[in-house]
């Protein structure tokens, strides 16, 4: 099909989707306002695509080794050819050797990528980029380094435009002129070759700019701020020969007057490949529903004195085709990831794991330092991970099951490396599926026209601005405004750009295996890096399968040390798993797990028999219909496939994960469709392949349960199984009870109606996820205002804030006390100048909260001849006091969740069960998933007593540090903690031993915060069953509880 082809059949098809692209598609019909803006839509993209000009591709005839002259760096033929070869040139390693299986050349390949979209080279930038090269450096204007070099003027409000520094000044007019860059400045701008800042201008800018439309101002200018002064930081390293300290490098300083962000900004507008526009911050918060289609906007006002203003900030567009970029993606790999190994100084103790490398087979450097530390935290200074040698442990039959750093070290990487090792390959068929039936899918609203990720997004809002301002849509005025419906376009584009991006991602890594390399947070959660993999939306999900390289050889004599039960729970499913042909009944077993699983995708259900007849109900529905519409020539398997696909996607498009829901039930039917001889073999290999999502239940409020010992809210958080043996909704309840306070509590009979309406399981969790990690009422009452604008008044709002915040008090009071506990701590840890230290069995983490002051920097905008201020975020050296008290009872939960995944991961890995996770997100097959819940109720069963971990927190960040114990010392009081309370009057003597320097102001203050962090511990040791000095009638209590511990759902579908 020939371009003008395309364009006519586009036309023909706006109607199908352009609903669906306003967000119209779920209010009523009937009302005119929904009419007139799909008219408007229709008008301003019938004119769109009558214009030659708006799209980057274009299909134009020339020979691909005409399209660059490499010893000019000019383009010979137009830029959008050489779009569309570029990216073809980044996948065409992975074209040319689909089916290579020999792991050398994998390797060789592997490297190969990682050097096209991950490494900085100048030489590389050239030969990749010859024609933005060619607009940075072919010109008679000044380079990037000579313009840095530059002077600017000063006025009254701060710095003017850069000028030559070679320009004459009169003798008057000199002294108004000062250095863009000071004398260390200039020492950073030597390490640097001729054009080395363009190269690593268009390598910040490919990592901005590959799925975003625009970028704010201060991210670009923080972004090359940082590039350029570590990138001189390793040049002069490798010069010299030697390792310079991160932390006191001055090359790793930023300035608060950001020179080289701000002048290579202004370099960039100088040479006209960034704008700069205003976006305002009411426009940006709008609502969503399914993948950010915009449907309102909440116009929102700020208060400054007498006056009301709305917020706006600057953003950052490039004037030419983002595709032209470099593709600088973080991509999954084709041969295994290097395991994480340990660093180890010469007196053979463990270095920081934040300087351990793994994962991608290259050495990381410049830029992207910190994108591929095993620990992804930027501020490793603040936030890291250690490996404590000092931290003595038993387990819950009073085993010494001390580790020494060096052991706790392997341990974590032993966990995270075979997370990493676990192969995945592309769903194929769903991909084809997608691929030929493009036009189904922007029918039913599910993905985007492909074409809004072609298009050029200023030339799109210059149409967009004429057809607004045109008489037909005056009406239209009050209601949209034309930054509005520019928010809505660019949301849009950038969610097709997204979408096309994924497939042709899964095209390219089509009929490969894959892996994803493994990075933790500080808080030691598992992250993976790039944009194609679980941690993504539905769309991306769906294209993903486990690849079945499991190793069924000698699993029984496999050696754990996990407890009996464990491993006869285990051995159990197993053996049940194990499946021939002719096992009629493990098949039945494993399909009904998978029809269970596939029902969840679609929505959620209180037992499982439920949700098995729905989806039983749903089929047979499906069913009658295909009988109906089917051609009845067996042959025409394609008609059929066709006939089939529209009737499922039809189906489905209400479902909650609604790509994944599509692709397990075409998995049903694929053999019938293709007349595969052994079906029952197919439904095995997909059993063993197709991804099962299980989820903890609000593993937050299980972690609480744990350490309150509170049998009801561990059953309320599936922990337990209750009498009834539904799937409890810990957000379903919050939202009755909180219903019921608050009909109780307030008398405005209208406002309780409206919420009675309103007030969503989705509203709930927005407010009751976030309360427990110290999130303010103000702050809960501008959400609200986000996102019940449209039913609620802003007063009200904020009075529903607060009435869910009380309501929490007075229910949960003992969730309230605990968390004020561990924050207290945080903040006395503050005030007495120390990092807050977290311990787990695998690791233990540093806290460090810095006040971050703010810094207003000015960029001179040449096009538009204006400053526009920048604001950016500095921190400082100041412990900031409020945000570590909020701060650490939020880490202290997430690092136990991160203990909890870490554990189930090692516990799987023994037992070759493969699995994926997402934080308390679990992923395996479908033969496995059973087993998930046994060993995440396992893994809890195992933590030792709540209190011996609350009193080695204490101990470790407000008793050691004011003691000088020799190691013996230390060992003799940790043990005494691990069996009794924290002495009252023992902590209190210590706590207000030294009035610390920043609360000499406020004794009367500080000994306030003493005395609430000595009654709220007091309070937990009542609760949890601490009637004296001793824990044993607390350990007998925890012994009561983690043997009911049991509970199916604990994780769930």
């Given at each position: 099909?020939?371009?003008?082809?395309?364009?006519?059949?586009?036309?023909?098809?706006?109607?199908?989707?352009?609903?669906?692209?306003?967000?119209?598609?779920?209010?009523?019909?009937?009302?005119?306002?929904?009419?007139?803006?799909?008219?408007?839509?229709?008008?301003?993209?019938?004119?769109?695509?009558?214009?030659?000009?708006?799209?980057?591709?274009?299909?134009?005839?020339?020979?691909?080794?005409?399209?660059?002259?490499?010893?000019?760096?000019?383009?010979?033929?137009?830029?959008?050819?050489?779009?569309?070869?570029?990216?073809?040139?980044?996948?065409?390693?992975?074209?040319?050797?689909?089916?290579?299986?020999?792991?050398?050349?994998?390797?060789?390949?592997?490297?190969?990528?990682?050097?096209?979209?991950?490494?900085?080279?100048?030489?590389?930038?050239?030969?990749?980029?010859?024609?933005?090269?060619?607009?940075?450096?072919?010109?008679?204007?000044?380079?990037?380094?000579?313009?840095?070099?530059?002077?600017?003027?000063?006025?009254?409000?701060?710095?003017?435009?850069?000028?030559?520094?070679?320009?004459?000044?009169?003798?008057?007019?000199?002294?108004?002129?000062?250095?863009?860059?000071?004398?260390?400045?200039?020492?950073?701008?030597?390490?640097?070759?001729?054009?080395?800042?363009?190269?690593?201008?268009?390598?910040?800018?490919?990592?901005?700019?590959?799925?975003?439309?625009?970028?704010?101002?201060?991210?670009?200018?923080?972004?090359?701020?940082?590039?350029?002064?570590?990138?001189?930081?390793?040049?002069?390293?490798?010069?010299?020969?030697?390792?310079?300290?991160?932390?006191?490098?001055?090359?790793?300083?930023?300035?608060?007057?950001?020179?080289?962000?701000?002048?290579?900004?202004?370099?960039?507008?100088?040479?006209?490949?960034?704008?700069?526009?205003?976006?305002?911050?009411?426009?940006?918060?709008?609502?969503?529903?399914?993948?950010?289609?915009?449907?309102?906007?909440?116009?929102?006002?700020?208060?400054?004195?007498?006056?009301?203003?709305?917020?706006?900030?600057?953003?950052?567009?490039?004037?030419?085709?983002?595709?032209?970029?470099?593709?600088?993606?973080?991509?999954?790999?084709?041969?295994?990831?290097?395991?994480?190994?340990?660093?180890?100084?010469?007196?053979?103790?463990?270095?920081?794991?934040?300087?351990?490398?793994?994962?991608?087979?290259?050495?990381?450097?410049?830029?992207?330092?910190?994108?591929?530390?095993?620990?992804?935290?930027?501020?490793?200074?603040?936030?890291?991970?250690?490996?404590?040698?000092?931290?003595?442990?038993?387990?819950?039959?009073?085993?010494?099951?001390?580790?020494?750093?060096?052991?706790?070290?392997?341990?974590?990487?032993?966990?995270?490396?075979?997370?990493?090792?676990?192969?995945?390959?592309?769903?194929?068929?769903?991909?084809?599926?997608?691929?030929?039936?493009?036009?189904?899918?922007?029918?039913?609203?599910?993905?985007?026209?492909?074409?809004?990720?072609?298009?050029?997004?200023?030339?799109?809002?210059?149409?967009?601005?004429?057809?607004?301002?045109?008489?037909?849509?005056?009406?239209?005025?009050?209601?949209?405004?034309?930054?509005?419906?520019?928010?809505?376009?660019?949301?849009?584009?950038?969610?097709?750009?997204?979408?096309?991006?994924?497939?042709?991602?899964?095209?390219?890594?089509?009929?490969?295996?894959?892996?994803?390399?493994?990075?933790?947070?500080?808080?030691?959660?598992?992250?993976r890096s790039g944009i194609f993999h679980f941690h993504e939306r539905d769309f991306?999900?769906?294209?993903?399968?486990?690849?079945?390289?499991?190793?069924?050889?000698?699993?029984?004599?496999?050696?754990?040390?996990?407890?009996?039960?464990?491993?006869?729970?285990?051995?159990?499913?197993?053996?049940?798993?194990?499946?021939?042909?002719?096992?009629?009944?493990?098949?039945?077993?494993?399909?009904?797990?998978?029809?269970?699983?596939?029902?969840?995708?679609?929505?959620?259900?209180?037992?499982?028999?439920?949700?098995?007849?729905?989806?039983?109900?749903?089929?047979?529905?499906?069913?009658?219909?295909?009988?109906?519409?089917?051609?009845?020539?067996?042959?025409?398997?394609?008609?059929?496939?066709?006939?089939?696909?529209?009737?499922?996607?039809?189906?489905?498009?209400?479902?909650?994960?609604?790509?994944?829901?599509?692709?397990?039930?075409?998995?049903?039917?694929?053999?019938?469709?293709?007349?595969?001889?052994?079906?029952?073999?197919?439904?095995?290999?997909?059993?063993?392949?197709?991804?099962?999502?299980?989820?903890?239940?609000?593993?937050?409020?299980?972690?609480?349960?744990?350490?309150?010992?509170?049998?009801?809210?561990?059953?309320?958080?599936?922990?337990?199984?209750n009498k009834l043996d539904w799937i409890i909704d810990i957000y379903e309840m919050?939202?009755?009870?909180?219903?019921?306070?608050?009909?109780?509590?307030?008398?405005?009979?209208?406002?309780?109606?409206?919420?009675?309406?309103?007030?969503?399981?989705?509203?709930?969790?927005?407010?009751?996820?976030?309360?427990?990690?110290?999130?303010?009422?103000?702050?809960?009452?501008?959400?609200?205002?986000?996102?019940?604008?449209?039913?609620?008044?802003?007063?009200?709002?904020?009075?529903?804030?607060?009435?869910?915040?009380?309501?929490?008090?007075?229910?949960?009071?003992?969730?309230?006390?605990?968390?004020?506990?561990?924050?207290?701590?945080?903040?006395?840890?503050?005030?007495?100048?120390?990092?807050?230290?977290?311990?787990?069995?695998?690791?233990?983490?540093?806290?460090?909260?810095?006040?971050?002051?703010?810094?207003?920097?000015?960029?001179?905008?040449?096009?538009?001849?204006?400053?526009?201020?920048?604001?950016?975020?500095?921190?400082?050296?100041?412990?900031?006091?409020?945000?570590?008290?909020?701060?650490?009872?939020?880490?202290?939960?997430?690092?136990?969740?991160?203990?909890?995944?870490?554990?189930?991961?090692?516990?799987?890995?023994?037992?070759?069960?493969?699995?994926?996770?997402?934080?308390?997100?679990?992923?395996?097959?479908?033969?496995?998933?059973?087993?998930?819940?046994?060993?995440?109720?396992?893994?809890?069963?195992?933590?030792?007593?709540?209190?011996?971990?609350?009193?080695?927190?204490?101990?470790?960040?407000?008793?050691?540090?004011?003691?000088?114990?020799?190691?013996?010392?230390?060992?003799?009081?940790?043990?005494?903690?691990?069996?009794?309370?924290?002495?009252?009057?023992?902590?209190?003597?210590?706590?207000?031993?030294?009035?610390?320097?920043?609360?000499?102001?406020?004794?009367?203050?500080?000994?306030?915060?003493?005395?609430?962090?000595?009654?709220?511990?007091?309070?937990?040791?009542?609760?949890?069953?601490?009637?004296?000095?001793?824990?044993?009638?607390?350990?007998?209590?925890?012994?009561?509880?983690?043997?009911?511990?049991?509970?199916?759902?604990?994780?769930?579908?």
């Amino acid at each position: 099909m020939n371009y003008h082809r395309q364009r006519k059949a586009l036309r023909k098809s706006i109607a199908t989707w352009v609903f669906h692209f306003s967000g119209t598609s779920s209010i009523p019909s009937d009302e005119v306002v929904v009419h007139r803006i799909d008219e408007f839509w229709v008008t301003y993209f019938n004119e769109l695509l009558t214009k030659d000009n708006v799209v980057i591709y274009k299909d134009l005839e020339c020979p691909t080794k005409e399209i660059v002259d490499l010893d000019s760096r000019t383009i010979k033929v137009p830029k959008a050819l050489y779009v569309r070869e570029y990216k073809n040139r980044v996948f065409k390693i992975l074209e040319d050797n689909k089916g290579e299986k020999d792991p050398i050349k994998l390797k060789e390949l592997q490297v190969e990528i990682e050097y096209l979209t991950m490494s900085f080279n100048e030489e590389n930038m050239y030969k990749e980029c010859p024609n933005i090269m060619s607009m940075l450096t072919k010109t008679n204007k000044p380079n990037a380094k000579e313009f840095l070099r530059g002077k600017y003027k000063l006025d009254d409000l701060g710095r003017m435009q850069i000028i030559n520094k070679d320009k004459e000044l009169e003798e008057g007019e000199q002294k108004k002129y000062v250095n863009l860059l000071d004398s260390n400045d200039l020492d950073i701008l030597k390490e640097l070759g001729d054009h080395t800042l363009e190269c690593l201008l268009v390598h910040t800018l490919s990592y901005l700019f590959n799925i975003e439309n625009s970028v704010s101002v201060a991210s670009l200018v923080d972004r090359i701020e940082s590039s350029v002064r570590q990138h001189a930081k390793i040049l002069k390293s490798n010069r010299l020969n030697v390792t310079i300290d991160p932390e006191k490098d001055p090359y790793n300083m930023k300035k608060r007057s950001y020179p080289f962000g701000t002048g290579l900004v202004e370099f960039l507008l100088d040479r006209r490949l960034i704008v700069i526009t205003n976006r305002y911050m009411d426009e940006m918060l709008t609502i969503n529903k399914d993948d950010s289609i915009p449907l309102t906007f909440i116009k929102q006002s700020s208060k400054k004195g007498k006056n009301f203003y709305r917020e706006k900030y600057n953003y950052a567009e490039c004037t030419f085709n983002t595709a032209l970029l470099p593709i600088k993606l973080n991509l999954p790999m084709i041969y295994e990831p290097s395991d994480w190994t340990l660093n180890e100084n010469n007196k053979g103790k463990v270095m920081d794991l934040s300087y351990i490398y793994g994962g991608y087979l290259s050495n990381p450097f410049g830029q992207i330092f910190s994108n591929h530390r095993v620990i992804s935290t930027p501020n490793y200074g603040n936030f890291h991970i250690y490996f404590d040698n000092n931290i003595i442990s038993y387990d819950n039959d009073g085993n010494d099951n001390t580790l020494t750093d060096k052991e706790k070290a392997k341990k974590l990487c032993s966990a995270i490396n075979g997370l990493q090792r676990q192969a995945f390959k592309i769903n194929s068929e769903h991909l084809k599926n997608i691929i030929n039936n493009q036009s189904l899918f922007e029918k039913y609203g599910l993905l985007m026209p492909a074409f809004l990720s072609e298009l050029k997004l200023n030339v799109a809002c210059d149409i967009l601005r004429e057809v607004y301002n045109r008489d037909d849509f005056k009406d239209l005025h009050k209601k949209y405004s034309y930054t509005g419906l520019v928010t809505i376009l660019s949301t849009n584009m950038q969610r097709a750009q997204y979408e096309q991006t994924i497939i042709m991602l899964a095209k390219a890594y089509d009929g490969y295996s894959i892996y994803y390399p493994a990075f933790l947070d500080f808080r030691g959660r598992v992250y993976r890096s790039g944009i194609f993999h679980f941690h993504e939306r539905d769309f991306a999900r769906s294209l993903i399968l486990i690849e079945n390289k499991k190793n069924k050889e000698d699993i029984e004599e496999k050696k754990n040390k996990e407890d009996i039960d464990m491993k006869e729970n285990l051995r159990k499913d197993e053996n049940n798993d194990s499946h021939s042909d002719s096992d009629e009944i493990e098949n039945s077993e494993n399909f009904k797990r998978y029809m269970i699983a596939t029902a969840f995708h679609y929505k959620k259900f209180n037992k499982e028999d439920e949700a098995q007849s729905f989806i039983t109900e749903w089929m047979n529905n499906l069913n009658s219909k295909i009988e109906n519409l089917y051609i009845k020539d067996n042959e025409d398997i394609e008609k059929n496939n066709k006939i089939l696909y529209n009737l499922i996607l039809q189906e489905s498009r209400d479902a909650k994960r609604v790509f994944q829901f599509i692709s397990n039930i075409y998995f049903l039917y694929n053999p019938i469709i293709y007349n595969k001889k052994d079906k029952e073999n197919f439904m095995i290999n997909a059993f063993q392949e197709i991804p099962i999502t299980q989820d903890a239940s609000a593993s937050a409020y299980q972690i609480m349960a744990y350490f309150l010992l509170d049998e009801g809210m561990a059953m309320k958080t599936n922990l337990i199984i209750n009498k009834l043996d539904w799937i409890i909704d810990i957000y379903e309840m919050f939202k009755e009870e909180c219903l019921e306070y608050i009909h109780k509590n307030e008398n405005d009979k209208h406002f309780c109606q409206t919420l009675s309406r309103v007030f969503t399981r989705k509203i709930v969790k927005n407010i009751f996820m976030p309360i427990i990690y110290g999130k303010t009422v103000n702050s809960t009452g501008k959400d609200l205002h986000i996102l019940l604008g449209n039913d609620l008044l802003k007063p009200e709002c904020f009075k529903l804030a607060k009435l869910c915040y009380a309501f929490w008090h007075d229910t949960y009071n003992d969730m309230y006390s605990f968390i004020d506990l561990i924050g207290l701590v945080g903040r006395v840890c503050a005030s007495l100048e120390r990092p807050v230290l977290f311990n787990t069995k695998f690791f233990d983490t540093h806290q460090d909260y810095k006040k971050v002051e703010s810094c207003s920097v000015r960029v001179f905008d040449k096009i538009n001849r204006k400053n526009r201020t920048v604001n950016l975020s500095v921190p400082s050296d100041v412990r900031d006091k409020r945000k570590s008290r909020a701060a650490t009872f939020v880490n202290f939960i997430h690092q136990r969740d991160a203990q909890i995944a870490m554990s189930v991961a090692e516990i799987a890995g023994s037992y070759q069960i493969p699995l994926y996770t997402v934080h308390d997100n679990f992923i395996s097959n479908t033969i496995n998933s059973k087993k998930l819940p046994n060993i995440y109720c396992h893994v809890f069963r195992e933590m030792e007593a709540p209190m011996t971990i609350i009193n080695r927190f204490i101990y470790n960040n407000l008793i050691k540090p004011s003691l000088d114990l020799n190691d013996s010392q230390n060992k003799e009081y940790m043990e005494k903690l691990l069996t009794h309370r924290i002495d009252r009057q023992d902590l209190e003597s210590i706590l207000k031993k030294d009035i610390p320097m920043s609360e000499m102001k406020n004794k009367k203050g500080w000994d306030k915060i003493i005395k609430n962090l000595l009654d709220q511990y007091d309070l937990y040791c009542r609760r949890v069953g601490v009637l004296d000095m001793s824990l044993d009638n607390h350990k007998n209590l925890w012994n009561t509880l983690r043997s009911k511990i049991n509970g199916l759902y604990s994780v769930h579908n």
